[in-house]
Every structure is written in C-alpha cells, then in structure tokens.
C-alpha cells in the first residue's frame, strides 16, 4: 500500500512537470515578442531545459528506482512548487504587460489630445484670418457715406452671416478647450452692476428687435464688488439670453432675473432667465447640455444654431463652481437659472490713473505688425478713423528694425500678431523688451491674433505682452484697448502725456 502510494506521489508529479514544462513553452513564446527580451531569448530557454531534466529525473526514480516516502513527497511537491512559481510568473508577468498596454493606450490618447488641440490652434488661426477680413471690410464699407440702402443691408447680412459663423468657431474651441482643461479662470475683482448694465444694453435692442417684450427685476442688494471672471461670467449670460431671443416669436416675452443673497463675505448669485418661445418636450430636457443637441430638424432649420452654445455654458458653469439647471415645456417656453458664490471683495480707487475713456487717440501713432496685407489694411483703416498714425511691419524681425530705429516715444502702443514668418509675435516682443532704450520695457504691446487658446493668452503674457485681442476684433473693442493702455503707460510715466 505505502508503495502504491510512493508511485502515485512520483507519477502525478512527473504529470505536474509535463504541464510546468508546456506552461513554461507558452510563458517564453508569449513573452519573446517583448523589448527587452530582444537579443536575450536563449535566456527564456533555459527554465524549460531545467524543466526537462528534473522531468526525466522524476521517471528514472520512478521506472528505476525504489524511492522512499520522503523522496515521493519530495518529488511531488518539488512539481507543486514549480507550478506554484510557474503560476505567480505568470501573473506578474500579466499584469505588467496590461500595466504596459495600459500606459500605451494612455500615451496615445495623450498623444491625439495633443494632436487635436493642435489642429485646432492651427483651424483657429486659419479660420479666423479669413474672418477677419470679411467682417473688418464689411465694417468699413458700411461706413462709407453716400452707400445705397440695398447695399448697406446686403453688407448687413454679410456681417451677421460672418458673426454666425465667427461664434460657431469659438464654440468649438471653446468645447475644446474646456475639454482638454486649458481653460483658466481669472480671479480679479468685477462688478456686478456693471456686467448686468452691459449685459442688458445688449439684449434690449435685440429683444426690441424681434418685437418681444423685456423684462428685468433684481432682487436683493448686488454687492458693489466680487472675486471672480467678469467675462466668461458675461459670455455665459448673453449665451442664454441670445437663445432666449432666439427661440421666441414675437409678441412674445423673455424676462431675466438677478437674485443675491451675502453671507459670510460671499454673494450667493442667481441668475435666471425665463422665455415663453417654443420650449422643449421632457424626454429632450435631460440631453439639453449635451453638445450638438437639438431637439428636432425642423427646429434647426427654422432657428439655426449648432447645439454648442448650452454645453459651453454648462461646462463653464461647473468650471466656476456653480450650477446651470433648465426647466421647459413644449409650447410654452423654458427657463434656465445660473447660480454662482462669489467672494465680496474690497476696491482700491485708482486716482492717479487717468480714466481710459478720457485717453485722446487722436495724434498718436501705432505700429501695425502683421503679414496678412488684408489685415494690416483693416486694421489701419480702423486706427484712420480715429486720426491715429500707423505704421506697417510685415513680420517680427522687421517690426523689431523698426522700432528701433525710430526715436523713442515715436510709437504710442505695438498692436503685434503672433504666428508670422521670419520672426513670431513672442520672439519679437521678448526682443523689443530687452532692448537698451527708455521706452522698450514700457511701450504697451498687445497682440492681435487669431490664436484665442488660454495656453496663446499665457504665453503672449509671458513673452512681455500687456494683453490680448482675437481676431476678428470689433473697432470699439480696438479703441478700448488702445485707449486703457496708453492710460497705463502714461501713469507709469508719471501721469505726462505726449504732444
């Protein structure tokens, strides 16, 4: 019997063996294909030999032999420990390589993101040139005296077809941006007042426009001044109102209504705006920040749209900390409430600091860097109306000769594109900053590009930018701008303007 048993121990550990030695083959073969196994497969070899050798063993004591108990148990646990670590191998082995695919996959995600954003930097700037152009032309044709009526509305509808479109391309951007997390909100001090007396300046036409009816209540105190992004704040409101008014016929009505409440020095803001257009049935509502969202054909036919604005609103509401929450019914409107906590924050008044609105452009002279002709032209032709000399720099290399062989104090402001040949934006403005000259470090430089990407923004701050404008910029936008920075140029100068 004790012998019966010895045979038993020997021969099932010589079957463990066998299924160690094909468990072995398959582990080499799956692992051969790996790099770092490239010149080193005679190593993957060697367990199986090994293998091999105690398996004859194993059958030679068995066949020849007269093993004991002790060497039966040993024998056969001798196989168990080799499965044992045959096994553990395996699995080490395994998740190494899911680990490795893993990592692949993650690189090549991270890899396309970076491909995609970009692409879509590039997308930015090419689509914007062009739109740049339209728009700046059909601005100055409509302010040609004498122009025909039926022209002027056909150069109307070229820049409201134009501004479409211009907001279709900042809406995908935008997707993106807040997709990749490029987004990054500033924190400076806003009013409130002043957002929602800009905000309602802008809709009321509109609302007049279309034959609806506005209203607008506040309802509790607005703090004089908080802590948070006064223009993505902004963008955000004029996104549901410009919907409200779209989706609304006439007699109809679009109300919005501001609510706050401050505690523990925050402003708990809410902000609602409330339509009675075409509305939205229940089983769409909960899909309605999902972008490209519409909810039937025949509602994209009549009222356009793509179905981004509401998810860039979402997204930047969440982004904020705050929440966007819609309510609807088919047939008889719908109403979207934007609720934000904002820190209360003091305000220093700037005395010394001359009002921008008070800066004459008139007499001062501007140097125009860009290498698109048909930008430049738009931009000078701008600068024109509003008695301001400009100068034309094809690219950053000529626009760095130029300023400094002029005099200093010759040029008011640098107005600097950033993707041109020869030389960038950003290189030209890091060497005009280090230039020896007294005006080099305080001559405001704002760059005019159709990059609109947060990571464009960082890096024009950082080249020694003072701040940006995306083309295409409006010609009050531009005259703002202008007006601010030549304000704070001529503060740190001591308050001295130039003749």
Same mark, same amino acid.
């Given at each position: 019997m004790i012998n019966w048993i010895i045979d038993c121990l020997v021969y099932l550990g010589s079957l463990l063996m066998v299924f160690n030695i094909c468990g072995f083959v398959r582990f080499a073969r799956r692992i051969s294909g790996m790099k770092i196994w490239?010149?080193?497969?005679?190593?993957?070899?060697?367990?199986?030999?090994?293998?091999?050798? %105690?398996?004859?063993?194993?059958?030679?004591v068995g066949v020849f032999g007269s093993p004991d108990m002790v060497m039966g148990l040993i024998l056969f646990f001798g196989s168990v420990f080799v499965y044992v670590m045959y096994r553990l191998i395996d699995s080490i082995t395994d998740r190494i390589l899911k680990n490795e695919q893993v990592e692949t996959q993650l690189r090549a995600a991270e890899e396309a993101s970076r491909t995609r954003t970009a692409?879509?930097?590039?997308?930015?700037?090419?689509?914007? =040139?062009?739109?740049?152009? @339209?728009?700046?032309?059909?601005?100055?044709?409509?302010?040609?005296? /004498?122009? *025909?009526?039926?022209?002027r509305q056909q150069l109307e509808k070229i820049n409201q077809s134009g501004q479409h479109l211009l907001g279709l391309i900042n809406h995908m951007l935008e997707i993106n941006e807040l997709g990749t997390g490029e987004v990054a909100?500033?924190?400076?001090?806003?009013?409130? !007042?002043? @957002?929602?007396?800009?905000?309602?300046?802008? =809709?009321?036409?509109?609302?007049?426009?279309?034959?609806?009816?506005?209203?607008?209540?506040?309802?509790? *105190?607005?703090?004089?001044c908080c802590a948070g992004d006064a223009m993505q704040i902004k963008n955000l409101l004029l996104g549901l109102l410009n919907n409200a008014?779209?989706?609304?016929? !006439?007699?109809?009505?679009?109300? %919005?209504?501001? /609510?706050? =409440?401050?505690?523990?020095?925050r402003a708990g803001l809410r902000f609602e705006v409330a339509d009675t257009g075409i509305g939205m049935s229940e089983k769409f509502l909960p899909h309605v920040f999902d972008p490209f969202a519409q909810?039937?054909?025949?509602?994209?036919?009549? %009222?356009g749209g793509s179905g981004l604005s509401l998810a860039v609103s979402k997204k930047m509401a969440d982004l904020?900390?705050?929440?966007?929450?819609?309510?609807?019914?088919?047939?008889?409107?719908?109403?979207?409430?934007? =609720?934000?906590?904002?820190?209360?924050?003091?305000?220093?008044k700037e005395e010394d600091a001359p009002p921008a609105e008070d800066v004459a452009l008139a007499g001062r002279r501007v140097l125009v860097v860009e290498d698109v002709p048909e930008n430049a032209e738009i931009v000078q032709d701008l600068l024109e109306l509003e008695d301001v000399a400009s100068d034309h720099a094809e690219n950053g290399q000529i626009a760095l000769e130029m300023f400094n062989k002029a005099p200093p104090g010759t040029y008011d402001v640098i107005l600097m594109d950033i993707r041109m040949p020869v030389m960038d934006g950003l290189e030209a403005t890091r060497r005009i900053r280090a230039l020896a000259r007294e005006d080099a470090a305080a001559i405001p430089i704002i760059a005019l590009t159709a990059n609109a990407f947060q990571s464009d923004i960082d890096a024009a701050l950082s080249a020694g930018m003072d701040a940006l404008l995306a083309k295409p910029a409006d010609a009050g936008q531009l005259y703002d701008t202008l007006k601010k920075w030549i304000s704070v140029a001529q503060k740190q100068k001591g308050g001295l303007c130039r003749d």
């Amino acid at each position: 019997m004790i012998n019966w048993i010895i045979d038993c121990l020997v021969y099932l550990g010589s079957l463990l063996m066998v299924f160690n030695i094909c468990g072995f083959v398959r582990f080499a073969r799956r692992i051969s294909g790996m790099k770092i196994w490239k010149n080193k497969k005679l190593l993957l070899h060697i367990p199986i030999v090994l293998l091999v050798l %105690f398996l004859i063993g194993y059958l030679v004591v068995g066949v020849f032999g007269s093993p004991d108990m002790v060497m039966g148990l040993i024998l056969f646990f001798g196989s168990v420990f080799v499965y044992v670590m045959y096994r553990l191998i395996d699995s080490i082995t395994d998740r190494i390589l899911k680990n490795e695919q893993v990592e692949t996959q993650l690189r090549a995600a991270e890899e396309a993101s970076r491909t995609r954003t970009a692409f879509l930097a590039t997308m930015s700037h090419e689509m914007r =040139t062009p739109m740049n152009v @339209i728009l700046g032309l059909s601005d100055l044709a409509r302010k040609e005296p /004498g122009l *025909p009526e039926k022209t002027r509305q056909q150069l109307e509808k070229i820049n409201q077809s134009g501004q479409h479109l211009l907001g279709l391309i900042n809406h995908m951007l935008e997707i993106n941006e807040l997709g990749t997390g490029e987004v990054a909100l500033k924190v400076e001090p806003l009013c409130p !007042a002043d @957002i929602l007396s800009q905000v309602n300046a802008i =809709t009321q036409p509109l609302c007049e426009g279309k034959g609806l009816q506005y209203r607008y209540e506040e309802i509790g *105190p607005l703090p004089a001044c908080c802590a948070g992004d006064a223009m993505q704040i902004k963008n955000l409101l004029l996104g549901l109102l410009n919907n409200a008014v779209k989706y609304t016929d !006439a007699p109809g009505s679009v109300s %919005f209504t501001v /609510g706050c =409440t401050q505690a523990d020095g925050r402003a708990g803001l809410r902000f609602e705006v409330a339509d009675t257009g075409i509305g939205m049935s229940e089983k769409f509502l909960p899909h309605v920040f999902d972008p490209f969202a519409q909810e039937d054909a025949s509602s994209t036919n009549r %009222f356009g749209g793509s179905g981004l604005s509401l998810a860039v609103s979402k997204k930047m509401a969440d982004l904020m900390g705050g929440s966007l929450e819609a309510r609807s019914e088919k047939g008889k409107g719908s109403a979207f409430t934007f =609720t934000v906590s904002l820190p209360i924050v003091e305000t220093e008044k700037e005395e010394d600091a001359p009002p921008a609105e008070d800066v004459a452009l008139a007499g001062r002279r501007v140097l125009v860097v860009e290498d698109v002709p048909e930008n430049a032209e738009i931009v000078q032709d701008l600068l024109e109306l509003e008695d301001v000399a400009s100068d034309h720099a094809e690219n950053g290399q000529i626009a760095l000769e130029m300023f400094n062989k002029a005099p200093p104090g010759t040029y008011d402001v640098i107005l600097m594109d950033i993707r041109m040949p020869v030389m960038d934006g950003l290189e030209a403005t890091r060497r005009i900053r280090a230039l020896a000259r007294e005006d080099a470090a305080a001559i405001p430089i704002i760059a005019l590009t159709a990059n609109a990407f947060q990571s464009d923004i960082d890096a024009a701050l950082s080249a020694g930018m003072d701040a940006l404008l995306a083309k295409p910029a409006d010609a009050g936008q531009l005259y703002d701008t202008l007006k601010k920075w030549i304000s704070v140029a001529q503060k740190q100068k001591g308050g001295l303007c130039r003749d």
